[in-house]
């Protein structure tokens, strides 16, 4: 059943929900759609950073695309226009758009716009001095996600990896706070401190054998130098140089490789049916189009489809192969070598 315009505005609303509590995620817009694609004009989806969809914009060809696509959105947080079809399906490419060859029995064809969701930061602040207490006051002004923890409670489990944690207990538990928030690696971690005092903390925690690596990464005296000013001024200047931070794209979660150990080792499209249309590197199409986490790709019609038991899996040679058909199994099955060299010489 296609998206209702209603649906569409119902998941603008979920998605703000979504990143008021945190969550990264990204907003996939049917802008365009060629019969007898099921997609709706105007249908919208939630995808999360961990693949989950919530919505509709489209069937089985489109939704591993546009889940894959959505985390490359999330990751970079730069919007994309995806059109997904054959190439005899749209004219030139302007800049911006990435073309996914997708080879769907129906001949159907979508134009998305996927857009990150940024999430609102979420500003943990470590201390009880005025300071603190102020600081908390401006963040949450901004809208952001604010938690004050007392030094003597704070520990690692109150950071994420997109946390930013300004440490401001104005020397009673400086050394305790700033190691367990480096050894939490979030987004950013900044020391209220004179740059001597912020010295012998370090040199402290170096000595107790803490990563200097990690070390590095802590801001130290943070914020902006606005001169001899007080307290309440201390935490304009703090607040003021993470929201410039964050404009210039600095407090952006930490990024980790473990979700790329399941990408399933067939990284290259065919292009379509016939073994035509646009490959790796033409003008065009996406240089980094291929398979992401827990997906494959159809070395027959050049789709998208999920690596598990739902793709038909083929075994080869040792090799697992899957299908978005039970036609293009077939295919393969009558030519595995065929379609393996074709796939090689992309």
Known sequence: MNAQPADGWRMVEKADELSRQGVELALATVVWRQAPS?????????ITADGEMHGWIGGACAEPVVIREAQRVIADRKPRLILLGTPDQFGELS???????????????????????????????????????????????????????????????????GSVVVVATQGHGD??????????????????????????????????????DLLDQVRVPVGLDLGHTSHPEIAVAVLAELVEFRAKGLLNPRRTETSESHTVPVTMSSGSATGEGHRHGEPGQSPDVGPGPGTAIDLVCGMTVPADATSRPFEHEGQTYYFCCPGCRTSFQKDPAGFITQEAQC
């Open 38 to 46: 099921s997609g709706h004009q105007g249908a919208r989806a939630i």
């Open 95 to 161: 800049e911006g758009m990435t073309f996914v060859p997708m080879a769907c029995q129906s001949e159907g064809a979508m134009e998305l716009y996927i857009e990150p969701v940024i999430p609102s930061p979420h500003l943990v602040v470590v201390g009880r001095s005025p300071m603190a207490t102020t600081l908390v006051d401006l963040a949450t002004a901004l809208g952001w996600r604010v938690d004050l923890i007392d030094a003597a409670a704070f520990a690692t489990a109150d950071v994420g990896t």
């Open 175 to 212: 050394e305790e706070a700033v190691e367990q928030a480096v050894a939490a690696q979030p987004a950013f971690i900044g020391l209220v401190a004179s740059h001597k005092r912020g010295e012998a903390v370090l040199g402290y925690l170096a000595d107790r054998g803490v990563s200097r």
